[in-house]
């Protein structure tokens, strides 16, 4: 759908409501398949602002596959018409240290010939087969399940955030935060009418409250007793830690912060001291990302100076 205020392919919008796109890439690694698991074969491409790709890093890191699996940054800038770019001097990004390409839609059009022309607009998180030259998948919790499949063929720390006999119940949690609160968030900033907003916002603040309860007296959301981590805690994390931050202010989310969430924050908090998460998170690059690419949301691109209070109070 051609956005008409910018003329460029962008967002789609049912009734002034934001509707995301689905990802393209939807393969699978799998022993056996086209795609198995193997050391040093898959590459990633991320965004450090992006929630969806700080899940595959999220996995990665606590899977132990740091040294399996290797990744590039691109630059925070999200162009208007929704492209990434690649560039080593800003820091916290890379280059494209594999294919060499200076965007990402360079990346896609070699998995797919003419993505370019296609009038689609590549997306973060991307996972790349070194082997066969393209993309596997790239529907982040697609990717932070195969990651747990790899792990289980002996290439990751002996952990697992996806044990069986929960499998059912991080699903139904996925799937749960998924439209009210991981998209929620982007239904109540890109909304293009008051009804559109109004319904995003509170069904967002509604989970929200929902999950406050949930939490009581729990460490993570799936699981008998205080819980066990799993994907679940991952796919929540990466949207609550950018909601003070960003999405307050940002997507109008303004009901409540989540440090007004005790339950929530000290989710958050117990996230945050996992070991290496806290460096997983890159405050300035979450915060430039959204007040600098959404034009239409913010013109003047002025960044807002707050919040002094919070995990990320420290940043810039
Ligand atoms: N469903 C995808 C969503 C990925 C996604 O929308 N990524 C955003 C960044 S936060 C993106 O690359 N957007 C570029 C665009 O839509 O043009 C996933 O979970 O992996």
């Given at each position: 759908?051609?956005?008409l ?8 919008f ?27 074969r ?27 699996i ?15 770019t690649f560039?080593p ?22 998995a797919?010939e ?15 087969d ?49 439209e009210s ?9 890109f ?20 999950l406050e ?5 729990r ?52 996230m ?5 998460v806290?460096?997983t ?30 995990p ?5």
């Amino acid at each position: 759908m051609v956005d008409l205020q910018s003329g460029a392919w962008t967002k789609a919008f049912k009734d002034g409501a934001f509707v995301r796109k689905q990802s393209e890439f939807r393969d699978v690694i799998v022993e056996g398949g086209l795609f198995p698991p193997e050391d040093n074969r898959y590459h990633l491409y991320v965004s450090h602002a992006c929630p969806w790709a700080h899940r595959t890093l999220l996995a990665r890191l606590l899977l132990g596959l740091e040294k399996r699996i290797t990744y590039d940054v691109v630059d925070w800038r999200m162009e208007p018409d929704g492209s990434w770019t690649f560039n080593p001097d800003e820091p916290g990004a890379t280059a494209d240290s594999l294919n060499g390409e200076r965007s990402l839609e360079g990346v896609y059009n070699r998995a797919f010939e003419g993505w370019t022309h296609s009038g689609k607009v590549g997306t973060v998180p991307v996972l790349w087969d070194k082997q066969l030259n393209t993309i596997v998948n790239n529907e982040s919790r697609e990717i932070i399940r195969m990651f747990d499949a790899m792990a289980s063929a002996g290439l990751g720390n002996g952990s697992t955030l996806c044990p069986e006999p929960l499998k059912a119940d991080i699903d139904a949690m996925i799937d749960a935060n998924y439209e009210s609160v991981n998209n929620g968030v982007y239904k109540s900033g890109f909304a293009r009418t008051q009804s559109a907003y109004d319904s995003a916002v509170h069904a967002l603040f509604n989970r929200l409250d929902e999950l406050e309860a949930h939490m009581e007296g729990r460490h993570w959301l799936v699981g008998d007793g205080s819980g066990v981590l799993t994907e679940a805690d991952l796919c929540l994390f990466t949207t609550l830690v950018r909601f003070d931050l960003v999405y307050v202010v940002h997507f109008k989310c303004n009901l409540k912060r989540i440090i007004d969430y005790p339950n929530l924050s000290g989710f958050l908090e117990r996230m945050l001291a996992l070991p290496g998460v806290r460096d997983t998170c890159d405050w300035h690059h979450i915060k430039a990302h959204y007040f600098w690419s959404h034009e239409s949301l913010n013109p003047y691109r002025i960044i807002p100076a707050g919040p002094a209070v919070g995990p990320h109070s420290t940043a810039p």
